[in-house]
């Protein structure tokens, strides 16, 4: 069965660094969206993506974010200067055409440890 | 705006004994309300959704969940629990016309005890 994969598994990176989560959707899906969850709190969404443009966002996703996808394959989600506060579990997750009442389908994840 | 609140961040319950996961929600929207499994080092998994069709929805793994809209509520639930259904379990929202974004509830973690 087709599957979200993200990579790497686990980051840590000190405060200030840039930091670049990578993820490949599922192949005929067209949305791709990013969540994050800090230890102990809610999953919160970040944004999503659609046809090579930002389609919503949180407030969460300010200019230290930005979102691409590079290739016809990748998603990436990076963060310019990462604070203390950016440690936290990110998922991307994908569906086929955005729909509300469609499954939206995640990765396993990337644990971000920043110092 | 929209929310959801799920009940006892754990629960735990005997291996064959009724499984009841609460999940209320609000909307100023119509819902459309799913829950995922999140087994450990693994992603978030679709177990069900209510997409305003039937208000009884099964899912897999034997799980089910009802959609009251005079409660506000989308509780899961199976008959038997079984060791492998440890793990914590997300309700979350997506409402229409509110975009496609999912907002979660805080989780709850299911422990199965032989």
């Known amino acids: 069965e087709p599957e979200v994969t993200q990579t790497p598994s686990h980051q840590v990176t000190q405060m200030g660094q840039e930091v670049i989560l990578r993820c490949v959707p599922i192949?005929?899906?067209?949305?791709f969206y990013w969540y994050r969850q800090i230890l102990g709190q809610k999953v919160e969404f970040l944004v999503s993506?659609?046809?090579?443009?930002?389609?919503?966002k949180s407030e969460i996703f300010d200019d230290q974010f930005s979102v691409e996808r590079p290739d016809g394959s990748n998603f990436t989600l990076k963060i310019r200067s990462t604070k203390l506060e950016d440690s936290a579990m990110y998922f991307c997750?994908?569906?086929?055409?955005?729909?509300?009442?469609?499954?939206?389908?995640f990765g396993p994840g990337t644990r971000l440890l920043v110092l | 705006a929209q929310s959801v609140t799920q009940l006892g961040s754990h629960v735990s319950v005997s291996e064959g004994a009724l499984v009841l996961l609460r999940c209320n929600y609000s909307?100023?929207?119509?819902?459309?309300l799913f829950w995922y499994v999140q087994y450990p080092n693994q992603g978030l998994q679709l177990l069900l959704k209510?997409?305003?069709?039937?208000?009884l929805v099964k899912g897999i793994n034997g799980f089910e969940a009802e959609f009251k809209k005079s409660e506000t509520s989308f509780h899961l639930t199976k008959p038997s629990a079984h060791m492998s259904d440890a793990a914590e379990y997300f309700c979350?929202?997506?409402?229409?016309?509110?975009?496609?974004?999912?907002?979660f509830g805080g989780g709850t973690r299911l422990m199965v005890k032989p």
């Open positions: 192949s005929n899906h067209l949305y």
């Open positions: 997750a994908s569906s086929e055409m955005g729909q509300v009442t469609e499954t939206q389908y």
């Open positions: 909307s100023s929207v119509p819902p459309y």
């Open positions: 979350a929202v997506c409402g229409y016309n509110a975009g496609n974004m999912l907002t």
């Open positions: 993506f659609y046809n090579n443009e930002i389609s919503e």
């Open positions: 209510y997409t305003s069709a039937a208000t």
